[in-house]
C-alpha cells in the first residue's frame, strides 16, 4: 500500500473530518440556489448524469490563469503598438 506524502502513515487519521463523501459532491456548487438546482436536474436529466462528470476548462478552474493571460496578452499588445509607431 502506498504512503501519504511525507509520511509513513497508508491512511488519513481516524477523525471525523476525513470521512468525507465524495460521490456526493457537485462540481459547480450546484445546491447554492434554487436556479442552480433546477438547472442541475434539468443538465443531470439531459445529459444521462454525465453532467457530474463534465471537466471545466482550466480558465475557469485557475482565475489566476485568466488574469497571467490578460496581462501577457496586454503586454504583448502594448509591444506591438509601440513597434509599429
Not at 465524495?22 to 436536474?41: E, G, I, L
Not at 497571467?68 to 496578452?73: F, I
Amino acid at each position: 500500500m502506498n504512503t501519504l506524502p511525507l509520511s509513513d502513515s497508508t491512511a488519513y487519521p481516524p477523525y471525523p473530518y476525513y470521512h468525507f463523501n465524495y460521490t456526493n459532491t457537485k462540481t459547480a456548487n450546484w445546491t447554492c440556489s434554487v436556479p442552480r438546482r433546477a438547472a442541475y436536474r434539468i443538465l443531470h436529466t439531459v445529459s444521462g448524469g454525465r453532467i457530474d462528470h463534465c471537466r471545466l476548462p482550466m480558465i475557469l478552474e485557475w482565475p489566476q490563469m485568466l488574469v497571467a493571460s490578460a496581462l501577457v496578452g496586454g503586454a504583448g499588445l502594448v509591444d506591438l503598438v509601440l513597434l509599429l509607431v
